[in-house]
């Protein structure tokens, strides 16, 4: 073996076909660099079909395991290639008279690019094995060191962004969604004499060394904002009044470790009767009005509170999606500090390939109580697949105000009955109140087609199908919310400008029933 001999094999070890282009067989070049990127594209294709067809009961870690499995087979392979190569090289310069090409100046400058191409995919294979395995070995020993789970627990789940994570990459709105919320290109607001100040609380005192982004007046972002070592933040802002539309904080390394935090807007709503609005700040067109004054002011003109997220005991995070049965388990929680009253919500999960939807089902107000059995809902037999629900938990003080809420996780906190039940919707049950009557599986079904028949006919009207959605309408009969077909039977008729109709069957709609309400957008067409 002469030091000749091995040139080539060393320069395809370092760029993958230098060697080959060194013993003019650029044909070798060309086959091995197609062979390296099949091998990538083929990974990317298979990672691409796993995530459109994987089923959605498969559990976070699984699919965890199958994409590193995935980019080891990646890692191997390429390796493989690369000694393949190598020897190639070495075995075409051993041979006497090789054929090749002559040397020229473009044929060196190919080989040039080819090679340092060929460079970068190795060093991006070397990196990209490295990060990607430290990124989930990371992640799954923070995730252990909380929960205590093992390299096996099937039921890991790691969430981008969590509350619990070291940094809590959190966020909350101050209003209705808006572009802007995240668009990191806003420009900075106008810096002027004033300053808006603020704070941000947890456990009642300012928190230092916090960084976050604000948004302010759907057009401005100040960026990078971070609290002083006394927890109050500064921004240089022309004096006037502000509206903070979404504050989002990206760095808080001085997290307190094993405390799972939400950030609250202050615009939470409150519980009435059993209805509570989690979404309200939706309502406001506008963010929170900050007025910035001359001279500036050294004291917080706003503060934001942090704040523990009420802690769910059953169902169990860890157990992912909890088989159960209906007249043996019980819904409970951890007592929030200050908390006279819960609202339990479950929500219909189901799982279509790669989505999932949610149906509201129940909801349940809890006073004095930190638990809730299903044996204490109405339940039918059902026939199919078990079926299953997310658990939302939420906590109000004395007087009806926000607290705080369980995580709004669908990998986790859900229940599937086992027992081969339904839990009788709380729409449905309020038809049958004072009847004496008590609901049967075929009821639920024709309650169900004609609301999914009801919905359809919306979406009908809205694209100006009339004649099709009203033969629709035509075929809801039987069960159905009260007064919901007499109002979307008048919105078809507003939208038709038959006006005068239309507000007979709105006054229907309200006739039949307290709740029942008649959307502005159905006499949008007749306000005009």
């Excluded at 999606?321 to 929500?347: C, G």
């Amino acid at each position: 073996m002469t030091k000749k001999q091995l040139v080539p094999a060393i320069l395809n070890l370092f760029t993958l076909v230098g060697g080959h282009l060194y013993n003019r067989q650029p044909q070798r070049a060309l086959l091995f660099m197609a062979l390296i990127l099949t091998c990538y594209f083929a990974a990317f294709v298979f990672i691409f079909l796993y995530f459109a067809t994987t089923p959605p009961e498969e559990s976070p870690s699984v699919q965890i395991d199958k994409v590193r499995l995935t980019a080891s087979a990646v890692f191997i392979g390429s390796l493989f290639i690369y000694f393949i190569s190598a020897v190639t090289a070495y075995r075409d310069e051993r041979q006497p008279g090789s054929p090749g090409t002559k040397r020229v100046w473009s044929s060196i400058f190919s080989a040039t690019i080819l090679s340092v191409f060929g460079v970068g995919l190795i060093t991006y294979q070397a990196f990209a094995a490295y990060a990607f395995n430290v990124q989930f070995r990371d992640a799954f020993s923070e995730h252990s060191s909380q929960t205590g789970a093992k390299s096996d627990n099937k039921n890991l789940s790691l969430r981008m962004g969590s509350s619990t994570d070291r940094f809590f990459l959190n966020g909350t709105a101050f209003k209705r969604y808006d572009a802007s919320f995240h668009d990191p290109d806003l420009p900075d607001p106008p810096a002027g004499a004033a300053q808006l100040t603020g704070e941000f609380h947890l456990d009642g005192k300012a928190i230092p060394d916090l960084t976050f982004d604000m948004v302010l007046d759907g057009k401005y972002r100040a960026k990078n904002i971070a609290t002083d070592s006394n927890g109050l933040f500064s921004i240089p802002i022309q004096p006037g009044t502000w509206h903070i539309d979404y504050v989002h904080i990206t760095a808080w390394n001085n997290k307190p470790p094993d405390r799972n935090l939400m950030l609250l807007n202050g615009r939470e709503g409150k519980l009435s009767e059993d209805f509570y609005d989690s979404s309200s700040y939706f309502n406001y067109g506008e963010g929170v009005p900050v007025t910035a004054t001359l001279p500036a002011e050294d004291r917080a003109l706003i503060a934001f509170s942090i704040v523990d997220k009420l802690k769910m005991l059953e169902p169990d995070e860890q157990a992912g999606r909890q088989e159960v049965s209906s007249d043996q388990f019980a819904i409970r929680w951890q007592a929030y500090p200050d908390a006279k009253t819960y609202l339990v919500r479950l929500n219909k999960i189901k799982r279509k390939a790669s989505q999932i939807s949610y149906t509201p089902v129940v909801k349940r107000r809890i006073t004095n109580a930190t638990q809730l059995p299903l044996s204490d809902l109405k339940t039918v037999p059902h026939e199919g697949e078990n079926l299953e629900y997310q658990v939302r938990i939420f906590a109000f003080d004395e007087q009806g105000n926000f607290l705080s809420e369980s995580e709004d996780v669908f990998d986790s906190y859900s229940i599937v009955l086992a027992d081969g039940k339904e839990i009788v919707e709380d729409n449905f049950l309020e038809m049958f109140v004072g009847s004496g009557e008590q609901p049967s599986m075929k009821d639920m079904e024709e309650y169900r087609n004609n609301e999914q028949r009801l919905e359809a006919a919306k979406t009908l009207i809205k694209d100006k199908l009339f004649n099709e959605a009203h033969a629709l309408l035509d075929k809801v009969q039987g069960r159905s919310k009260p007064g919901e077909k007499d109002a979307i039977t008048g919105y078809l008729l507003a939208e038709q400008n038959q006006c005068a109709e239309a507000e007979k069957y709105f006054e229907k709609a309200k006739q039949a029933s307290s709740n029942s309400c008649v959307p502005d957008c159905y006499r949008k067409n007749c306000a005009k």
